[in-house]
């Protein structure tokens, strides 16, 4: 990661033991909500350089894993990796999450969707939710104003077949603030409307 991020933007992190926590660490966090991920499919959204996708997948090698980034250069260097690690069911895609929502090769196909802080919460659940079927969930990465966020956002969970959400607090050490998985469960099918077309989701969050 550290060789590629000298020729492509993939993060600016570069420390190797604030790599090991910020990066690895963080993303291993995740089974502390998701639990034991074997021969699950899980869809990582906007995954950058891999994370918290990749090491998920080196921890539970059975876990069928789609990778999703809208920049072609970052999907370049995630199968490179996956190439070089001999990882087998991984897909990767180079692609906005607006259209993969309504991909029926995707929407609702998976039992796990994924991201780090790539949006507000309002924004994150109209990507997340329509990829998850009825009896998933989606999992979000977020900071200190986790609780504000999707406090704000029950509203548009409940459009889009969400249910009550989780927060489980996670502290990294040397690491002073929070970070909070928000897990929220997949109750009932998404509108067909959502996601809405590309930018939408952003430009008018769900009220």
Known sequence: MLEWNERINLTRITDPAEVEERHFLDALSCVQATGDLAGLRLIDMGTGAGFPGL??????????????????????????????LNLTEVTILSERAEVMGQDKRHREQYDWAVA????????????LLPLVRVGGAMLAQKGSNAAEETAVAQ????????GQPTLHPIHLPRHEQTHH???????????????????????????
């Open 55 to 84: 090491p998920l997948k080196i921890i539970f090698p059975t876990l069928r894993l789609t990778l999703v980034d809208s920049v072609a250069k970052k999907t370049t260097f995630l199968a490179a990796v996956t190439a070089a």
């Open 116 to 127: 780090r802080s790539v949006a507000e919460m309002r924004v994150l659940a109209e990507y």
């Open 155 to 162: 509203s548009a969970i409940r459009k889009l077949g969400g």
């Open 181 to 207: 998985l928000v897990c929220i469960p997949k109750q009932r099918p998404t509108p067909t409307g959502y996601p809405r077309r590309v930018g939408l989701p952003s430009q008018r969050p769900i009220e």
